[in-house]
C-alpha cells in the first residue's frame, strides 16, 4: 500500500529535508504541499536542488483536501503548529515537527515559551518522538511531536547512563555547538553571513534555552527524581551538524558499556570503540547518530561526545522514521542512506 502524505511548512529547511527523504519512499507519495507564504510556486523555484522531482505546486493549508492524506508533517513554528493542528481532521494522524506539543504539562509550555497554550486536547494526547525510546508508544499513536535537535542529542547521549545508574545525577554538564540551519529559514540579522561567518558564540546562556524544559521533563522521569543539567548551546558558521560534548561524573568505561548495551540493537545509533569521539561529518546527511566515550583526566569523570545532523535525525529523518511506525511501515524505509562526505 501507498500512503499519501502532505507536508505543511514545505518551504522550510525541514519541510525541504521531508521531501527529500520521502521523494524515494517506496510505501509513501508526497500528494500536497503547504507553504502560505509561497502558495502557487513550484518547488523547483523555492528550493532548485529539488527541480528534479515531480511535485504538487506549493498551496495554503486550506486548500489542502485532508480527507485524502493518511499523514501529515506539520514542519511550521511553534504557536501557528497547535492553532493549525487544532482544525485539522481528528482521525488524521500527525507528525509534528515544531516545539508545540513535546512538553507535557501546559504550565511548562507557557513558562518556557511565554504563551498559554492553544490546543490542550491535543497537548494531552501527543507522544514524545524520541524514537528510540517511545518506539510502542509512536506506533499506537495519532500524534506525535518531534524533539528539539538539540534535545534529542543530549538524551542520546545521557539518557541510557541515567536509567543504567552509572552517573553523578547532579554532575551533568553539556556543552554543544549547532548549524546555523537550526534557526530556520526566515531572515535574521544574526544569521547574515558577514554576521555569522569567521566566529561562533554562545548564546541563551545561563539556563534560558527552550529545550531545558525537555532535558528536565525527560531526565526526571527517567531518573524519578529532578534532574537538571547545565546547558549551553553556541552557534557555529557551518550548514548543518550539532557536535554536544557532556561532561559526566562516573567511571568511564562503565559509561561507554551502558551506552553500548543499550544502543546494541538500534539502526541508527553508533556507539564508538572506548576512546573515540565523532565528527559531524561523519552523520551529515543521514539519519544516524555517533556517541563516543572518553576518560578524562580526572579519575572518576568521563567526557562524552554525540553527533548528528540537526535537520535529519535531529527533525525530518527522525520524524519520517516515526511516521514509518505510525503507518506500519518498516521504521528503517528511506532512512538507512550513508552519510554524505567530504
Same mark, same amino acid.
Not at 16 to 39: V, Y
Not at 175 to 189: F, H
Not at 190 to 200: I, K
Given at each position: 500500500?501507498?500512503? &499519501?502524505?502532505?507536508?505543511?511548512?514545505? &518551504?522550510?529547511?525541514?519541510?525541504?529535508?521531508?521531501?527529500?527523504?520521502?521523494?524515494?519512499?517506496?510505501?509513501? $507519495?508526497?500528494?500536497?504541499?503547504?507553504?502560505?507564504?509561497?502558495?502557487?510556486?513550484?518547488?523547483?523555484?523555492?528550493?532548485?536542488?529539488?527541480?528534479?522531482?515531480?511535485?504538487?505546486?506549493? *498551496? $495554503?493549508?486550506?486548500?489542502?483536501?485532508?480527507?485524502?492524506?493518511?499523514?501529515?508533517?506539520?514542519?511550521?513554528?511553534?504557536? /501557528?503548529?497547535?492553532?493549525?493542528?487544532?482544525?485539522?481532521?481528528? =482521525?488524521?494522524?500527525?507528525?509534528?515537527? &515544531?516545539?508545540?506539543?513535546?512538553?507535557?504539562?501546559?504550565?511548562?509550555?507557557?513558562?518556557?515559551?511565554?504563551?498559554?497554550?492553544?490546543?490542550?486536547?491535543?497537548?494531552?494526547?501527543?507522544?514524545?518522538?524520541? /524514537? #528510540?525510546?517511545?518506539?510502542?508508544?509512536?506506533?499506537?499513536?495519532?500524534?506525535?511531536?518531534?524533539?528539539?535537535?538539540?534535545?534529542? /542529542?543530549?538524551?542520546?547521549?545521557?539518557?541510557?547512563?541515567?536509567?543504567?545508574?552509572?552517573?553523578?545525577?547532579? #554532575?551533568?554538564?553539556? =556543552?554543544?555547538?549547532?548549524?546555523?540551519?537550526?534557526?530556520?529559514?526566515?531572515?535574521?540579522?544574526?544569521?547574515?553571513?558577514?554576521?555569522?561567518?569567521?566566529?561562533?558564540?554562545?548564546?541563551?546562556?545561563?539556563?534560558?534555552?527552550?529545550?531545558?524544559?525537555?532535558?528536565?521533563?525527560?531526565?526526571?522521569?527517567?531518573?524519578?527524581?529532578?534532574?537538571?543539567?547545565?546547558?549551553?548551546?553556541?552557534?557555529?558558521?557551518?550548514?548543518?551538524?550539532?557536535?554536544?560534548?557532556?561532561? *559526566?561524573?562516573?567511571?568511564?568505561?562503565?559509561?561507554?558499556?551502558?551506552?553500548?548495551?543499550?544502543?546494541?540493537?538500534?539502526?541508527?545509533? #553508533?556507539?564508538?570503540?572506548?576512546?573515540?569521539?565523532?565528527?559531524?561529518?561523519?552523520?551529515?546527511?543521514?539519519?544516524?547518530?555517533?556517541?563516543?566515550?572518553?576518560?578524562?583526566?580526572?579519575?572518576?569523570?568521563?567526557? *562524552? *561526545?554525540?553527533?548528528?545532523?540537526?535537520?535529519?535525525?535531529?527533525?525530518?529523518?527522525?520524524?519520517?522514521?516515526?511516521?514509518?511506525?505510525?503507518?506500519?511501515?518498516?521504521?528503517?524505509?528511506?532512512?538507512?542512506?550513508?552519510?554524505?562526505?567530504?
Amino acid at each position: 500500500m501507498t500512503y &499519501s502524505i502532505a507536508i505543511l511548512g514545505a &518551504s522550510g529547511y525541514t519541510g525541504a529535508e521531508l521531501i527529500r527523504l520521502i521523494a524515494d519512499h517506496p510505501d509513501m $507519495t508526497i500528494t500536497a504541499l503547504g507553504a502560505n507564504s509561497k502558495a502557487g510556486l513550484s518547488i523547483a523555484q523555492v528550493f532548485p536542488h529539488l527541480r528534479h522531482l515531480t511535485l504538487p505546486t506549493l *498551496v $495554503t493549508i486550506d486548500q489542502i483536501d485532508f480527507a485524502k492524506i493518511d499523514l501529515c508533517f506539520c514542519a511550521l513554528p511553534h504557536k /501557528t503548529s497547535q492553532e493549525v493542528i487544532a482544525k485539522l481532521p481528528q =482521525d488524521l494522524k500527525i507528525v509534528d515537527l &515544531s516545539a508545540d506539543f513535546r512538553l507535557r504539562d501546559p504550565a511548562a509550555y507557557e513558562q518556557w515559551y511565554g504563551n498559554p497554550h492553544a490546543a490542550i486536547d491535543h497537548q494531552a494526547e501527543a507522544v514524545y518522538g524520541l /524514537t #528510540e525510546f517511545y518506539r510502542d508508544e509512536i506506533t499506537a499513536a495519532r500524534l506525535v511531536a518531534g524533539t528539539g535537535c538539540n534535545a534529542a /542529542t543530549g538524551q542520546f547521549m545521557v539518557r541510557p547512563l541515567i536509567t543504567a545508574g552509572v552517573i553523578d545525577l547532579d #554532575e551533568i554538564i553539556l =556543552d554543544l555547538k549547532c548549524a546555523v540551519s537550526g534557526a530556520g529559514r526566515s531572515l535574521k540579522e544574526n544569521l547574515l553571513h558577514a554576521e555569522l561567518s569567521e566566529g561562533y558564540h554562545a548564546y541563551a546562556v545561563g539556563g534560558t534555552h527552550r529545550h531545558l524544559g525537555e532535558f528536565d521533563q525527560e531526565f526526571s522521569a527517567v531518573a524519578g527524581r529532578p534532574v537538571k543539567v547545565q546547558f549551553t548551546p553556541h552557534l557555529v558558521p557551518a550548514n548543518r551538524g550539532i557536535l554536544a560534548t557532556g561532561y *559526566v561524573k562516573g567511571d568511564a568505561q562503565a559509561i561507554h558499556a551502558a551506552l553500548a548495551a543499550c544502543y546494541a540493537s538500534e539502526p541508527f545509533i #553508533e556507539v564508538l570503540p572506548f576512546g573515540e569521539a565523532p565528527s559531524t561529518r561523519h552523520v551529515r546527511g543521514s539519519n544516524f547518530c555517533h556517541i563516543g566515550v572518553v576518560a578524562d583526566r580526572l579519575p572518576g569523570r568521563a567526557i *562524552v *561526545v554525540g553527533a548528528l545532523d540537526n535537520l535529519t535525525k535531529g527533525s525530518s529523518g527522525q520524524a519520517l522514521q516515526n511516521a514509518n511506525l505510525m503507518l506500519g511501515i518498516q521504521e528503517t524505509t528511506g532512512l538507512m542512506m550513508a552519510p554524505l562526505f567530504p
